[in-house]
Nanobody, 115 residues
Framework: EVQLEESGGGLVQPGGSLRLSCAAS????????MGWVRQAPGKGFEWVSS????????YYTNSAKGRFTISRDNAKNTLYLQLNSLKTDDTAMYYC????????RGRGTQVTVSS
């Protein structure tokens, strides 16, 4: 059974930083692409970033480029998302997903950007 557990969210001021983590189990982590999606209050899911199985290729939505960095540690079965220069518009629940499957997401971790 695929299990994804997100952590690392919190309350941060505009311009601040957070590092999200996603612990994966139940599948061969190093064989699959992984990604992050988010859902702001009252809105649908928004894809944020993806990374290839070997970590060599990364992709970002336009609003995340230059501010967010996705990475992975295949030895630890863990996915990361470094969030820098956070804006109030980044406030959302953040989820990691496996192989592009939104239904694989965990419970998420809340990121709140507010002064």
């Amino acid at each position: 059974e695929v299990q994804l557990e997100e952590s690392g969210g919190g309350l941060v001021q505009p311009g601040g930083s957070l590092r999200l983590s996603c612990a994966a189990s139940g599948f061969t982590f190093s064989s699959y692409s992984m990604g992050w999606v988010r859902q702001a209050p009252g809105k649908g899911f928004e894809w944020v970033s993806s990374i290839s199985s070997d970590g060599a290729r990364t992709y970002y939505t336009n609003s995340a480029k230059g501010r967010f960095t996705i990475s992975r540690d295949n030895a630890k079965n863990t996915l990361y998302l470094q969030l820098n220069s956070l804006k109030t518009d980044d406030t959302a629940m953040y989820y990691c997903v496996y192989n592009g499957d939104l239904e694989s997401r965990g419970r998420g971790t809340q990121v709140t950007v507010s002064s």
